[in-house]
């Protein structure tokens, strides 16, 4: 099973080899934000909250989610490797 950390590696790895950006975002003073912003071709920004294979969101974390989905902001909850895979299917890239 992969920790967490590896898991955040493997998913910015896959982003930038699609030419695309996988920021690391520490919010100071606005806690619960995701944890990487994918900068991605034309124009697409994803958010995506890394959790080990059996995390669960914390209630804010939940709420912040909410908040930029309201706004319409696409956002990703992923879990392991094969949900990492999944997106980066999903995104137009390969495995």
């Not at 910015?12 to 080899?17: A, F, L």
Request: some cysteine.
């Amino acid at each position: 099973m992969m920790k967490e950390s590896q898991l955040e590696k493997r998913l910015k790895d896959k982003v930038e080899q699609l030419g695309g950006l996988c920021f690391k975002w520490v919010s100071p003073g606005k806690r619960g934000v995701p944890d990487r912003i994918c900068l991605l071709a034309k124009g697409r920004t994803i958010f995506v909250e890394m959790k080990a294979p059996n995390g669960k969101l914390s209630p804010l974390q939940k709420k912040r989610i909410q908040e930029l989905e309201k706004l319409g902001h696409e956002v990703r909850v992923l879990y392991t490797k094969q949900t990492i895979d999944e997106f980066i299917r999903e995104i137009g890239g390969e495995v």
